[in-house]
T-cell receptor
Framework: GENVEQHPSTLSVQEGDSAVIKCTYS??????FPWYKQELGKRPQLIID?????GEKKDQRIAVTLNKTAKHFSLHITETQPEDSAVYFC??????????????FGTGTRLLVSP | DGGITQSPKYLFRKEGQNVTLSCEQN?????MYWYRQDPGQGLRLIYY???????QKGDIAEGYSVSREKKESFPLTVTSAQKNPTAFYLC?????????????FGSGTQLSVL
């Protein structure tokens, strides 16, 4: 079955530094890759996503890159701020025969940004 | 306030007891999901429903049951057959469960065993 590995499990950076979180997936049929951010005590929220026909996508300070050949994708956060501190989950998705999108999540990365 | 509401926020289960977690959405979404979140294990899919009166097992359905009698409601029952029920449970919904759709999550229920 589908498996998504995520690294590192924890990441500590100084405010203003960049942070990179990496994920690999096993199912070559996966074609959609979202990232969710979960702040302490809050619900996960989508922050950025990328489709398999795109290699990179940016939204202000965050960007996601996808390497389909190597089956890995990464989240890049530049100029980190304390409010970026949260747990970040990557996910890989493919369509089942019914058309349903099945998301498989990584194990999460706890990012801590120190002032 | 539109969105997904989960209740209760905290729930305690005694040995041999079934408990039901509530999930209600007013987003008019067809698809609804239940995930289990354990420390260091990410989110694992328990059950999903693409449309009312239909639901399918996810990756870890054993010991759980669901119903989808109404579009806006997708309750999860944790049965006594679930031997390790302590976890954080998240309900989610999306428009119709198709590819590229954003998931909207509830605020979760923390279930603990007494």
């Amino acid at each position: 079955g589908e498996n998504v590995e995520q690294h590192p499990s924890t990441l500590s950076v100084q405010e203003g530094d960049s942070a990179v979180i990496k994920c690999t997936y096993s199912d070559s049929a996966s074609n959609y890759f979202p990232w969710y951010k979960q702040e302490l005590g809050k619900r996960p929220q989508l922050i950025i996503d990328i489709r398999s026909n795109v290699g990179e996508k940016k939204d202000q300070r965050i960007a996601v890159t996808l390497n389909k050949t190597a089956k890995h994708f990464s989240l890049h956060i530049t100029e980190t701020q304390p409010e970026d501190s949260a747990v970040y989950f990557c996910a890989a998705s493919k369509s089942l025969n019914t058309g349903f999108q099945k998301l498989v999540f990584g194990t999460g990365t706890r990012l801590l940004v120190s002032p | 306030d539109g969105g997904i509401t989960q209740s209760p926020k905290y729930l305690f289960r005694k040995e041999g007891q079934n408990v039901t977690l509530s999930c209600e959405q007013n987003l008019n979404h067809d698809a609804m999901y239940w995930y289990r979140q354990d420390p260091g294990q990410g989110l694992r899919l328990i059950y999903y429903s693409q449309i009312v009166n239909d639901f399918q097992k996810g990756d870890i359905a054993e010991g759980y049951s669901v119903s989808r009698e109404k579009k806006e409601s997708f309750p999860l029952t944790v049965t006594s057959a679930q031997k390790n029920p302590t976890a954080f449970y998240l309900c989610a919904s999306s428009i119709n469960g198709r590819i590229n759709e954003k998931l909207f999550f509830g605020s979760g229920t923390q279930l603990s065993v007494l």
